[in-house]
């Protein structure tokens, strides 16, 4: 999340409007066929990164969710285990979280270990990656003194009890800890393969590595269109039933509502008068989002911009009602501030 103090105008998406095949005749790619499950979906924008240390947008957190375990995942409202074996309940007046791991591969065929995620989180808080995620782990022992050059990223409180066992210590209690660890900045990373790939690792598709339902295959950094394939080393691969995920940039609306009734998609995303217009039609479904959207002014080319009051001033002449009401037309929920 970018710093409170810059921001200018928010509005909580608070539903997405979105169109499913389920409701679509003859569509091939929802045939009811074991063999061949392929959905085609969209995305708003390009896919920058698949390194859960420098993702920091919405494409590339989805795609790094559809190809990998963190220790939890959440299904639907509910948060499940996931690379972990239980919701953990934190001892040591709720400083100490200890996770047992269970079996599972990377889709090299290699374990996924407790130091893949001491690497992952070690890597993320330290200065030196640059990730614009470190600031969540605020709160785990020496984060905030690692992220501010006064100690080394070993001294994260984190540590690999042995293969299985993860152990996590904070500063003080996080009544939130266990939701904050579903986010990708917590996701494991394969140390050897990234030590290995260096700054290569997550720009291409052959610089990753997957422990999650998925693999991503064919993207070369680039392009308006990139595939996951079901991965079948995964702990749960049993209960994945798609084969295939293709993915297309739509960044028009019209355009994604044509693909959609031409076949050519599985759900499109609409907002404004679209959404509007296909309400009650079959395959419309109005999905809850936890989301805070938000505009920041650039203060580097624009040095007034630096003002507090002139940053006030130009959001407090934004009308957000009417513009949530009559410009989003999805439902979005009015916020003030950011949660």
């Known amino acids: 999340m970018k710093t409170q103090h810059k921001w200018l105008v928010m509005l909580t998406a608070a539903l997405t409007i979105v169109l499913t095949a389920c409701g679509q005749q003859g569509k091939q790619s929802s045939s009811s066929s074991s063999k061949q499950q392929v959905w085609h979906r969209m995305e708003s924008d390009v896919l920058q990164t698949l390194d859960p240390s420098k993702a920091s947008e919405g494409v590339s957190g989805q795609a790094i969710i559809d190809t990998m375990n963190g220790l939890y995942k959440y299904y639907g409202h509910k948060l499940q285990p996931a690379m972990a074996t239980k919701i953990v309940k934190p001892t040591n007046n709720g400083l100490t979280y200890t996770f047992t791991l269970r079996d599972a591969k990377w889709s090299d065929g290699t374990p996924v270990t407790a130091q893949d995620f001491v690497f992952a989180w070690q890597r993320t808080v330290n200065p030196a990656t640059k990730s614009s995620q470190a600031n969540m782990y605020s709160g785990i022992k020496n984060a905030d003194d690692i992220r501010a050059g006064k100690k080394p990223a070993a001294t994260l409180g984190v540590k690999a009890i042995n293969s ?104 499109a995303t609409l907002t404004g008068q679209l959404a509007a217009q296909q309400k009650g039609k079959t395959g419309y479904v109005a999905t809850k989002r936890a989301r805070t959207y938000f505009l920041e002014l ?17 959001s407090m002449a934004i009308n957000r009602d009417s513009f949530v009401k009559n410009v989003l037309a999805d439902g979005s929920i009015v916020a003030r501030g950011i949660t």
């Open 298 to 314: 650039n203060e580097n080319k624009v040095p007034a911009f630096k003002n507090t009051k002139i940053r006030q001033a130009i």
């Open 164 to 267: 299985k066992t993860l152990e996590v210590t904070l500063e003080h209690p996080i009544p939130y800890f266990n939701s904050l660890l579903n986010n990708v900045a917590f996701f494991p990373q394969p140390a050897k393969k990234v030590q290995e790939w260096g700054n290569k690792y997550g720009t291409k598709s052959e610089y990753t590595l997957s422990n999650g339902a998925f693999k991503s295959k064919g993207w070369t950094g680039t392009g308006d269109k990139w595939t996951e394939v079901k991965n079948n080393r995964y702990w749960n691969q049993k209960n994945v039933h798609l084969t295939q995920i293709d993915v297309q940039v739509v960044k028009d609306t019209n355009t994604a509502l044509d693909l959609y009734h031409t076949g050519k998609l599985d759900d």
